[in-house]
């Protein structure tokens, strides 16, 4: 049971270029997030996906676009990368209610220079 | 607006040392409290959840923390500290509404020297 799985783990970008972090759980979970962590900032929502067919803004979707491709895989893209958006991304998934705790993946590093 | 506060940035403890990270919260609904672990370059790992019933809950690796409604608060505790709890740990509420999301406090970096 992987549980939540991300790739990469590390990647490093220049200005302008594109990239998909890509996230796939096995707990056939319903929903799905994605989370950026920065140094005494905490976790802060992009983007999630309350059920396979939906996507919604969170705190800081400004620069990311989501594609919930089936019930299994959330990817998160940059279409032009910023040095602002260097950061550790995080994949999540739960079964959506509100009590249900999140799984997270271990997390993209991303570096743009 | 809901939201989270974890007072201590940094805290730094030797080993045996008890534990205590303040954790406030602000949020309309029913209560539902959450502490995370992040351990050095891994991910965030669940450490114990709050519903309802018996305010005080305990969690993985003896942590335990109340749930006080008097004080909007969830304290996280430990009797003794060991080295290997050196970690970054994360008070978390839900949003609001069904969709599941979490709003996270800015963490408390715990140090435990050995």
């Known amino acids: 049971n992987a549980g939540v799985t991300q790739t990469p783990k590390f990647q490093v970008l220049k200005t302008g270029q594109s990239m998909t972090l890509q996230c796939a759980q096995d707990?056939?979970?319903?929903?799905m997030y994605w989370y950026r962590q920065d140094p005494g900032m905490g976790l802060r929502l992009i983007y999630y996906?309350?059920?396979?067919?939906?996507?919604d803004k969170g705190e800081v979707p400004n620069g990311y676009n989501v594609s919930r491709l089936n019930k299994r895989e959330f990817s998160l893209r940059l279409e032009s990368a910023a040095p602002s958006q260097t950061s550790v991304y995080f994949c999540?998934?739960?079964?959506?209610?509100?009590?249900?705790?999140?799984?997270f993946g271990n997390g993209t590093r991303l570096t743009v220079t | 607006a809901q939201s989270v506060s974890q007072h201590n940035h940094h805290v730094i403890l030797s080993e045996a040392a008890s534990l205590e990270l303040g954790c406030n919260y602000s949020y309309g609904g029913t209560v539902n409290l959450f502490w995370y672990v992040q351990y050095p370059g891994q991910h965030l790992q669940l450490l114990l959840k709050?519903?309802?019933?018996?305010?005080l809950v305990k969690g993985i690796k003896g942590f335990e923390a109340e749930f006080i409604k008097s004080k909007f608060s969830f304290n996280l505790r430990k009797p003794s500290v060991q080295w290997s709890d050196t970690a970054e740990y994360f008070c978390a509420i839900p949003h609001g509404g069904s969709q599941g999301n979490l709003i996270f406090g800015k963490g408390t970096k715990l140090s435990v020297k050995p």
């Open positions: 709050y519903f309802s019933g018996d305010p």
């Open positions: 707990m056939n979970h319903n929903s």
């Open positions: 996906s309350a059920s396979e067919g939906t996507t």
């Open positions: 999540a998934s739960s079964e959506g209610q509100v009590n249900s705790p999140l799984h």
